[in-house]
């Protein structure tokens, strides 16, 4: 059998997809595919992202050119750089599992109690073939955004992605809102991938605006933090 074959027998073109509520017995893959979203989003932020800050790159460019000029060894050039790389994904790293630990301090580490005893949130599931492969949560914040619920949580194993399973777990917030009468659904992400953005975009959401520099929650917020660890918050709404 080749390669070729064996991907398309783990990631079939078209699937069979139903998003369910969270069972108890599906917490640990839920808390895999969570927790291997967030690994991605060190790669996403600490590299792909970097080409969205020029304020970023005039500064690591402007320290590299200070120093030559202060040393006039040639070494800066070669070895500042991947310095300053290293220290994009060691903070970048910190930042992502600080993020994680108040995850888990808060909804994720109790999805029951949560999620799924409020009559205002919901947490679910897609499920092909009897595997879970994807994951979406909605949170009413009727009081301070004026009926609106808010769309977190989202992830989907690797290997099942463009496969549409994105697209269920969103439209199943969608439905939720709508059913319940609120006049909205809102998201924020960090994601830089564009396959995240096309995804909000084809449900129908639009961006409303972005945050630079945004401070992901579970950040100390250091010196060294600003300096090498910076995001932009994409804020998107769809009314309903």
């Known amino acids: 059998m080749t390669e070729e074959n064996f991907n398309k027998m783990k990631t079939p073109s078209r699937l069979n997809i139903t998003v369910r509520e969270f069972q108890a017995l599906d917490n640990p893959t839920v808390q895999h595919i969570f927790y291997e979203g967030l690994m991605e989003m060190i790669y996403d932020t600490a590299f792909r992202g970097l080409r969205h800050h020029p304020e970023s790159l005039l500064l690591y460019a402007a320290v ?6 202060i040393t006039k060894c040639w070494w ?3 070895f500042l750089p991947a310095i300053v790389i290293c220290l994009r994904y060691f903070y970048s790293r910190r930042v992502i599992h600080g993020f994680l630990r108040r995850a888990m301090s ?13 009559p205002g949130s919901c947490l679910w599931v897609a499920v092909v073939e009897g595997k879970v492969v994807g994951i979406v ?10 009926g609106a ?16 399973v994105g697209s269920a777990l ?3 917030v969608v439905e939720f809102a709508a059913t319940r009468g ?3 659904v809102v998201l924020g992400t960090t994601a830089y991938k564009p396959a995240a953005h096309q995804l909000y975009k084809r449900l129908g959401f639009q961006c409303v ?8 929650p579970g950040s100390k917020q250091s010196f060294m933090e600003r300096i090498f660890y910076r995001v932009h918050h994409h804020h998107y709404i769809l009314n309903v």
């Open 106 to 118: 808060t909804d994720m580490g109790d999805i029951e109690g949560f999620y799924m005893k409020s």
């Open 64 to 69: 590299t050119a200070g120093l030559f000029i």
């Open 137 to 146: 949560a909605a949170v009413s914040q009727q009081e301070k955004m004026g």
């Open 170 to 172: 969103g439209q199943k």
């Open 76 to 78: 800066v050039i070669v």
């Open 209 to 216: 605006g972005i945050t630079n520099g945004y401070t992901t």
């Open 149 to 164: 619920v808010v769309l977190q949580r989202m992830a989907v194993d690797q290997r099942y992605r463009r496969n549409g």
């Open 182 to 184: 609120y006049s909205s």
